[in-house]
């Protein structure tokens, strides 16, 4: 394996960490290119699960070399958590993780004002944030005001820690939120500061000098398509691009290096949070895939929204991320549906059909999904390893699915664990 794009082709939660965990056997260095700590990968190895919410879950491989990309927005204290977690179980870190000196930090003031900036916000207006600042991190990113990683390591940064922190809390002031304690701060960040350190690098040179050396890279996202800064439900989507382009400006590898996208999507769609959902199951049914899916967030524990498959959100993602293989997750969840639909299309008031997802979220308001049934296969799936071996109908469906999004199935998963990954060309 050369070098390869993974992207989520939904709202996120797709599986991606499972599936970065099967590639990363054949990488050898492991790229987070955007998002924060908003964002969890699960990964079941041996029976134990680890949530990583920063550091790429390729870190769960001996050997192997991650790297915090430049587009990423890192809290030094969800790095520092992470960091010691991986230590109590086990897991080496020392010389195999490196932040990027370009990437911005998510600093205590972030989380405050993006706390107090949803608690203002009326009901119908709540983004459904995390709460976990990655939004203001952003802002201040392109605001050219933000705090680098790199910065730890200059003189002045505890003075700039301190100013930082008196202008916020006037802000805070005004929003009615508490302010913070500025020496308490200063004091957190130099402790921070000291040990992290060592991980600082220069991960664009890092990065290339492995490219040229012949190592392969693997470069994984957060989130998903549908939740992208410029492709997504806007305004109720993340902050960042969890696209394929995405993956070249988080990393500073150039888009001519690339050698394939994978996409990451589930054979059902979930969401959390707000926002638009046209398959959405306000029923047993949706109640059925929570449960059988065990659709909780892994950062923040929040029930999914859970809703059929959407046919029209696969091409888009197809279309947006430039998507070689998909990497089809949780097919085992749908085991003991009777009846499964699919989303073929979208279609408006006066009968108009969209097979295209619309920027005016006015549009989808006017519109019903345009379904097709197929039988469910009522067997269990979580057991077999090799593709042949599905129900008839069960390889019907991935089938079908993959003939509406386009593309080439390459990874089919039928449970949580590594060994429940049916690998196909890819």
């Not at 802000?171 to 957190?188: F, H, I, Q, S, Y």
């Not at 290339?208 to 998903?224: M, P, V």
């Not at 809703?307 to 097919?331: C, E, H, P, Q, S």
């Amino acid at each position: 394996m050369r070098n390869t794009i993974l992207v989520g082709a939904q709202w996120g939660d797709e599986g991606k960490g499972k599936v970065i965990d099967v590639l990363t056997a054949d990488a050898d260095v492991i790229v987070r290119f955007q998002g924060g700590s908003n964002a969890g990968h699960t990964v079941i190895v041996d029976g134990c699960k680890y949530v990583l919410h920063l550091i790429p879950s390729g870190i769960l491989h001996p050997g192997k070399l991650c790297v915090i990309g430049n587009g990423v927005v890192m809290d030094p204290f969800d790095l520092l958590t992470e960091i010691e977690m991986l230590r109590e179980r086990g897991i080496e870190t020392e010389g195999r993780i490196y932040i990027s000196d370009r990437a911005h930090m998510v600093m205590q003031w972030h989380r405050a004002l993006d706390a107090a900036d949803e608690a203002l916000r009326t009901a119908d207006k709540k983004i459904g944030t995390t709460g976990r600042g990655i939004g203001p991190t952003y802002g201040d990113k392109m605001g050219r005001s933000g705090f680098r990683v790199g910065d730890m390591l200059a003189p002045n940064f505890l003075a700039n820690v301190r100013e930082a922190t008196e202008a916020t809390n006037a802000t805070l002031a005004t929003m009615n939120a508490p302010p913070l304690d500025v020496e308490r701060m200063v004091e957190n960040y130099r402790s921070a500061a000291d040990r992290l350190k060592e991980y600082i690098t220069d991960s664009v040179s890092f990065i290339n000098n492995a490219d040229r050396e012949g190592k392969s890279i693997l470069l994984e996202g957060a989130q998903g398509t549908m939740l992208d800064i410029d492709f997504g439900t806007y305004p109720f989507v993340t902050s960042s691009n969890p696209t394929a382009g995405g993956a070249c400006t988080g990393s500073g590898l150039s888009p001519r290096k690339i050698d394939r996208v994978v996409g990451v999507i589930k054979c059902y769609t979930t969401r959390v949070g707000a926002g638009p959902f046209p398959t959405e199951l306000d029923d047993e049914m949706g109640e059925q895939l929570r449960r059988n899916g065990g659709e909780f967030g892994a950062t923040t524990g929040r029930p999914r929204r859970c809703g059929w498959f959407d046919a029209v959100v696969g091409r888009y993602a197809a279309i947006v991320n430039g998507v070689d293989y998909w990497a089809m997750t949780k097919l085992d969840v749908l085991d003991d549906v009777e009846t499964i639909r699919i989303c073929t299309a979208y279609e408006g008031e006066n009968g108009e059909r969209h097979e295209v997802f619309p920027a005016d979220l006015s549009v989808l308001d006017r519109c019903h999904p345009v379904y097709e049934e197929m039988q469910g296969w009522m067997s269990e799936t979580s057991d077999i390893t090799r593709y042949e071996d599905l129900p008839l109908k069960a390889r019907a469906y991935v089938e079908r699915l993959v003939e509406l999004i386009g593309g080439q199935l390459g990874i089919l998963s039928v449970g949580p664990a590594r060994e429940t990954t049916l690998r196909l060309g890819l």
